[in-house]
């Protein structure tokens, strides 16, 4: 990865200290700046880090006959408005190069849900949420029609590298199954998930998490075509449409937030069938109650039985105080969008 890097940044140094060289006549510095929004394309399916709710779209309910329904939902992370500027050096009146610099904010898209009820009429429903904010940069060749005319034509082609950014993940979930407080219980307080287990029914729990996905350096393709209109020798205005093509893979997803609430009524009754003193049960849960294992997931090439891949306190591999551990998977941030902005001319 380091000598990937180094290699990107002496062919950008290269290509600057040949502009450098070029005929001082024809040689021109500008800058542009430009606005807009893109939608996703060569969209594929999008996964859910947290397993509470499922890397797929799934409805179901008990209305009647029994249905179930299941799909995958498609999209694309890198729909949304963006903003960018970039400094470039025409070598010659039809050929530069250019450094772009943008950020994305995405659209919020809906990753997962879940919305099932059980045969006995308890309903587990969850949602999970995402955007994403990206700082990139685009070093392209540039390739322009005559800048003495009004309308200029012009293409650029070149790479694209996401330099810094987090997808945010937000999860909504309402469990009146207690399937939730079953699996994470043991994890929080194991004393007090075993005095559980003698409850005839399940603990409901409404959750709240908010989580940060981070990514390893990837390297994407862009290209840009447009048009623009001089003014003056200084100035001029321009639309311009692009197209980005890139996946990353993804590195880690730390928690940021968490809540957990049991309801009041629930907890007295607990409290009464457990014969406890009121107050002792423990309703409500936040973000430094959890330990290790659920605040942190980094995702590995490979999962084997010696990783931290279970919530299962009997598993061999088990260990609370450490990340859990999935397989990775890689997001798309594939756009085409349409932009509008100006240029300066520096003379």
Do not use: H
């Amino acid at each position: 990865m380091k000598t990937l890097k180094l290699n990107l940044l002496f062919s950008i140094l290269f290509l600057v200290s040949y502009a450098q060289e070029g005929d001082s006549k024809n040689g021109r510095m500008y800058f542009t700046f430009k606005a807009g929004y893109s939608i996703g394309v060569a969209n594929s399916t999008i996964g859910s880090p947290r397993s509470e709710v499922g890397n797929r779209i799934l409805v179901s309910s008990t209305d009647g006959d029994y249905s179930f329904s299941q799909k995958n939902p498609f999209g694309s992370r890198g729909a949304g408005a963006q903003i960018a500027t970039s400094f470039a050096y025409m070598i010659s009146k039809n050929f530069g190069v250019e450094m772009e610099f943008s950020f994305l904010r995405s659209s919020k898209i809906l990753d997962a849900s879940r919305d099932e009820t059980n045969d006995q009429g308890f309903n587990y429903f969850a949602e999970q949420y995402s955007y994403t904010n990206m700082f990139r940069a685009a070093p392209m060749l540039v390739v322009s029609g005559s800048p003495d005319n009004k309308f200029i034509p012009y293409a650029k082609f070149g790479i694209l590298l996401p330099l810094a950014g987090k997808t945010i993940v937000e999860v909504n979930i309402n469990d009146g199954i207690g399937e939730l407080a079953e699996q994470i219980l043991p994890l929080i307080n194991p004393e007090l998930a075993a005095e559980f287990e003698d409850l005839p029914i399940g603990i409901p729990t409404t959750s709240f998490i908010k989580a940060k996905t981070a990514g390893s350096f990837s390297v994407g393709f862009a290209a840009r075509l447009g048009c623009e209109y001089a003014f003056n020798s200084n100035w001029s205005i321009f639309g311009e449409m692009e197209m980005n093509m890139l996946t990353i893979k993804a590195k880690e997803t730390k928690f940021t937030e968490f809540s957990t609430e049991v309801p009041a009524e629930l907890v007295a009754v607990a409290e009464q069938i457990l014969d406890k003193e009121p107050g002792s049960i423990q309703g409500t849960y936040g973000l430094y109650d959890l330990p290790e294992i659920l605040r942190l997931t980094v995702y590995e090439n490979e999962i084997t039985e010696a990783s931290n891949y279970t919530y299962d306190v009997n598993s061999p591999s088990f260990n609370k105080d450490a990340p859990f551990q999935q397989v990775t998977f890689r997001d798309n941030y594939n756009s085409f969008g349409l932009m509008f902005g100006f240029k300066y001319r520096f003379k």
